[in-house]
């Protein structure tokens, strides 16, 4: 047996943000690895996808190249990247969100590397029959001059529909339309979901055809000399599966792979899976295949083991991204290794080094035999859901200078300890700064009075706030002309203003009258300039003059929440949710000591003109790190007691009101009630309504299990425009959050999650992919 195959390095892209599902899918060869981050906002409020290039240098460190998008796939929920596959200088991409012939699509592009490296796109693929949902490009796979691309719609018995397209490169090195895979006339559910290609052989799983034993198979295609492709075997397991048999498929020579894993990523209960099996399959002698192995993880169960795999030689790494065995849901991935003819033999387990809860630690991997990726695209060291690839060697790989991957380089050893040396150092650095903050803590509004940047590292000078004169801010506002004025709050009025440069602002003024003051500013500005989110108001600047303290935001068009709750739909409704939820949870999980914003409400939740939703008036937002409980055993909750409560009737938490204690649960009963506004169409608090329907919370909760008499309640406006299913689990949420016991209630990153899956079955143009259930990340 090798040696064992340690971690050598983390790999983010140079930006990360927030819930881009890093590592979805990747490919790692000779040298070259294509990490795909199929959720990035590549332009503002435009997520569709990137892939990025990363290289191995002499030091043994893989560093960041090239970052490849698609021009013309630069639209909402393009997915680019969901899928790939390298083969030497070609790149094979799949878009399967890319909308062009009506929603989902799809389309597939071709990347080639030139003599100086440089990755070019030369190519878009898509065949002409192309139909709204076909989800071209699902699944992607590239060798040499031959390419296979797939398609995500379920088949229907006896039709003749392709459900898989082969790609030819000619001689000139123009791509072409070459075959239509169509499934045989007994199969039927999702054949092109998986495919996979070696040279003349093609493989294309079916994973919910229920025609055979386990419900699924997969379908061997050769091409013969006149250059079609016929279809020569049907692949089944020997005995019955749990079911998915053919969900992913891969490869190589005279071996292919094929997973029964049929589990429902990242359900709403941490640690929900099925467990999966991955069949291999030798070609003998005759041209037909027969089962060799069935590969399984140590645990057995709950693990979606075969959720992704790799092939290369005599090597397999198989991911399982709900494995438990060192933490909940942390995920794991598998090498197994060729020990004999017909007999692999499982060599050993990978987790990362630091762990996390829903990790998903194995939703992507690949290997070239020496190197090996695992992708978990749920990584929140840095940034919540902004995902990670984990890179892995051979510790002879590790403590050798000879070749590796075809490019010479020196020992990995050597900059792994420099880089665990620098860590330390920069650690040490850190805490010294963090205290030397507190020592100086008195000083901050002084620092704010005088400075005129007051957040300088350079990655965040677009969002650094900067200082106003009085003079530029009576300009803009009409000498604070009471006609300008177009909002109240606890802090004071707030002002349309337009700056100089003709950028419209909300200014917020203190008045006279506030019972927020100093305090109240100093914490506003340092939150929103020391953790700025892409769905948290941005603060363009500040006033210090005199007794003046006035905030510069920039200028919500779609007005509140509040103000707009019967004019939106469902989807809308949803997707504000979800966006809002993801700013909360960042500010509780990735903000160290998390930040509790307190005063969490339908008024404090503004819109843009594309109805995305933004948090706003930080003012009340405390710090929490006194004291631990544990919720239901498992997550640390901070608490503390706050001298009295602060924040609007109707939306703070029982325990908050009646004992003072402040945790991040406060957050998450706030948010409750405003999912609960979204049902019902009106505020928390209502004195035009009889008594016993005032309190929003105490009267809707009871009818939450059950959404028809719910809907009866309400007049009829939620079915049929809110489909019941979604419903059911937005209500369930909603009562979850809105419990009056803290412990009851989910955290808000659990709550970011179980929005994230409701939008996606949605297709809604928001923060995650279309489908996270059967059918949508693959290998």
Request: glycine letters at 8%; hydrophobic letters at 40%; a negative charge.
């Amino acid at each position: 047996m090798e040696e064992a195959v340690v971690e050598v390095q983390k790999l983010y892209p140079e930006v990360l943000q927030t819930l881009s599902l890093f590592g979805v899918s990747g490919a790692v060869e000779n040298g070259t690895a294509m990490l795909a981050s199929h959720f990035e906002m590549v332009v503002e409020g435009v997520r569709a996808g990137a892939v990025y290039v990363f290289e191995l240098q002499d030091t043994g460190q893989w560093v960041q190249k090239q970052k490849l998008l698609a021009e013309d796939a630069i639209s909402d929920n393009a997915m680019f990247g969901m899928d790939l596959s390298l083969s030497g200088k070609t790149l094979l991409v799949g878009a399967p969100g890319f909308s062009d012939r009506g929603s989902h699509s799809g389309k597939a592009y071709i990347f080639e590397r030139d003599e100086s490296d440089t990755w070019t796109l030369v190519a878009d693929l898509a065949p002409d029959d192309r139909e709204m949902d076909d989800n071209f490009g699902i699944s992607v796979s590239v060798d040499g001059d031959k390419a296979i691309i797939g398609i995500l719609r379920p088949s229907v018995k006896g039709e003749s529909v392709p459900r898989a397209y082969i790609f030819e490169r000619d001689e000139s090195g123009v791509w072409k339309e070459t075959a239509k895979l169509h499934p045989s006339q007994d199969s039927s559910e999702w054949f092109g979901f998986s495919v996979s290609i070696s040279k003349n052989t093609a493989i294309v799983g079916s994973y919910g055809d229920n025609e055979f034993l386990g419900e699924g198979s997969a379908h061997v295609f050769e091409r013969v000399d006149n250059g079609s492709w016929v279809h020569i075997h049907t692949l089944q397991p020997s005995e019955e599966t749990d079911g998915g048999f053919g969900r992913h498929v891969a490869i190589q020579d005279d071996t292919a792979l094929v997973a029964a894993s049929r589990d429902l990523f990242l359900e709403p209960k941490a640690g929900a899976g099925f467990p999966g099996s991955v069949y291999v399959y030798e070609r003998n002698r005759t041209g037909y295949w027969d089962q060799v192995s069935r590969l399984v993880s140590s645990k057995g169960m709950n693990d979606s083991f075969g959720f992704s795999m790799s092939l290369h030689n005599d090597k397999i790494i198989v991911g399982a991204w709900s494995d438990s065995t060192n933490t909940l849901s942390g995920g794991a991935a598998y090498i197994f290794q060729r020990v004999g003819p017909k007999h692999w033999q499982k060599v050993q387990k990978l987790t990362p080094k630091m762990q996390q809860e829903v990790h998903a630690f194995g939703t992507g991997v690949s290997t070239d035999g020496t190197w090996y990726y695992v992708g978990a695209i749920n990584d929140s060291e840095h940034i919540i859901g902004g995902g990670a690839a984990f890179m892995f060697a051979p510790i002879d790989t590790l403590t050798s200078s000879s070749e590796t991957s075809s490019r010479p380089h020196k020992t990995i050893i050597i900059s792994v300890t420099i880089g665990a040396c620098l860590a330390i150092i920069v650690g040490i650095v850190w805490i010294y700064f963090q205290r030397r903050q507190e020592v100086h803590k008195k000083a901050r509004l002084e620092q704010i009075a005088g400075s005129q940047k007051l957040y300088e590292p350079e990655e965040h000078k677009k969002l650094a706030a900067y200082c106003f004169s009085y003079l530029e801010l009576t300009e803009a506002t009409d000498n604070f002309s009471d006609e300008r004025i177009i909002g109240k709050g606890g802090y004071g009025p707030v002002f349309m203003g337009k700056l100089s440069d003709g950028t419209l602002a909300a200014i917020k003024k203190l008045s006279s009258s506030s019972q927020q003051g100093e305090r109240e500013f100093l914490q506003e500005v340092d939150t929103l300039t020391r953790c700025p989110h892409p769905h948290v108001v941005q603060l363009m600047g500040y006033c210090v003059e005199q007794d003046d303290y006035i905030l510069v935001y920039r200028f919500m068009p779609g007005g509140s929440l509040h103000a707009r709750l019967a004019d939106l739909t469902w989807r809308t409704k949803v997707k504000m949710a979800l966006q809002c939820s993801q700013a909360l949870a960042y500010y509780h999980t990735c903000v160290d000591p998390p930040i509790l914003h307190r005063d969490f409400k339908s008024d404090n939740i503004l819109l843009d003109n594309r109805d995305n939703a933004f948090v706003a008036d930080l003012g009340l937002a405390q710090v929490v790190g006194v004291s631990t409980v544990r919720q239901n055993d498992a997550d640390p909750v901070a608490v503390a007691r706050s001298g009295s409560p602060a924040g609007t009737i109707g939306y703070m938490a029982p325990e908050y009101v009646k004992d003072g204690l402040v945790s991040p649960k406060l957050d998450v009963y706030s948010f409750g009630i405003v999912m609960l506004e979204m049902l019902a169409n009106r505020v928390a608090i209502c004195f035009k309504v009889s008594r016993t329907e005032r309190h929003l919370s105490s009267w809707l909760r009871s009818y939450l299990d059950d959404v028809v008499e719910l809907d009866e309640v309400l007049g009829g406006i939620l079915l049929p425009s809110w489909p019941r299913e979604h419903l059911e689990r937005f209500c369930s949420l909603a009562k979850e959050c809105t419990s009056k016991d803290p412990q009851d209630r989910p955290t808000m990153h659990e709550v970011a999650l179980r929005l994230s899956l409701l939008s996606n079955d949605e297709q809604e143009d928001i923060q995650l992919p279309v489908d996270w259930s059967d059918s949508a990340i693959d290998k």
